[in-house]
């Protein structure tokens, strides 16, 4: 329907008549009033609008630049390519909100996940670059070979989590077994094979999905800790000792919210929350390697 929302009365209530003719209306909201489809409207419509106001954040300052010649050839290829992942973000949301027009009145858990790892992606992207901008490239060579290798894992470890994070969200996992540590009194709960298939199960089944993200949350905690643990036996500079800081205690703060939203049945803030707070988290993991990227740092003991 473009841009402009609808304006008047009659606007809202055409609306509101196309809405009527899908499933999530027919199987779940049959009793919806127009103030309350205007509200699921306005947080679909805010969304969308961000990502057009987000494109032109990115397309109107590298036009300028271009034109003062201010972007070597390296730096224009890298903003185009973050252009280029902020369209391709709006194709998969589109392409996300199809699978909820259908039979089935919500979107795939599978590409929920998937717009939600883009998103994710060109944050990171954007980070990366920025930091050049500011720190100037990093070296491939680090004397903290170590550390910088525990971090990249970390990271790796972090996205698997924030996967599994979009599956619970788009399975609404979350609804169940709300107890910690264990799952309904159960450290192994049952149905964690209730498909045949152990990818079904991997992928699809809500008790071993909330289950796998359980342990991964525990195992990030374990990695973060040795990283914490190695980086003491270090010396960096101020930065990157705050950087380190910063994201063993948001890891820490992480895993206690999510705990909170996993006993309270997932709140809409809290889960928000949890999720703004992951991404909180991947952005201090990509300044950390970046950081990392110097062989200027000394080290003492093992």
């Not at 999530?24 to 699921?40: D, G, P, R, S």
């Not at 997932?266 to 703004?276: E, K, R, S, T």
């Amino acid at each position: 329907m473009g841009a402009i929302p609808p304006i008047s009365q009659t606007d809202w209530q055409e609306t509101f008549d196309q809405y009527k003719n899908y499933p999530q209306y027919q199987k779940v909201n049959q009793n919806m009033t127009l103030a309350e489809f205007k509200a699921i409207f306005f947080w679909e419509y805010f969304h969308r609008l961000l990502g057009r106001v987000i494109g032109l954040f990115v397309l109107f300052p590298w036009i300028y630049f271009n034109i003062r010649k201010r972007l070597d050839r390296k730096t224009n290829l890298r903003i185009l390519g973050l252009f280029t992942l902020g369209g391709l973000q709006g194709f998969l949301g589109w392409y996300m909100v199809q699978s909820g027009l259908v039979d089935i009145p919500q979107v795939s858990h599978f590409r929920l996940a998937a717009h939600l790892s883009l998103a994710l992606l060109t944050m990171c992207a954007t980070i990366w670059v920025a930091l050049d901008l500011t720190y100037g490239s990093r070296s491939k060579n680090s004397s903290a070979p170590k550390l910088l290798r525990i971090t990249r894992w970390s990271l790796g470890l972090i996205c698997l989590q924030i996967l599994y994070g979009a599956f619970m969200a788009g399975l609404k996992a979350g609804y169940g077994h709300n107890t910690f540590p264990t799952m309904s009194g159960q450290w192994i709960p049952n149905g964690l094979l209730f498909f045949d298939s152990i990818w079904k199960n991997l992928l699809d089944n809500t008790i071993m999905i909330q289950f796998i993200h359980r342990q991964l949350g525990w195992l990030v905690l374990i990695i973060f800790g040795w990283l914490y643990y190695i980086s003491r036996k270090l010396t960096l500079t101020h930065r990157q000792k705050r950087l380190v800081t910063f994201t063993v205690a948001v890891v820490a703060t992480q895993f206690t919210l999510g705990v909170i939203t996993l006993l309270l049945v997932v709140p809409v803030p809290l889960a928000v929350a949890h999720q703004a707070v992951a991404a909180i988290l991947l952005a201090l993991l990509v300044a950390l390697i970046h950081s990392l990227r110097s062989p200027s740092i000394e080290t003492r003991g093992a």
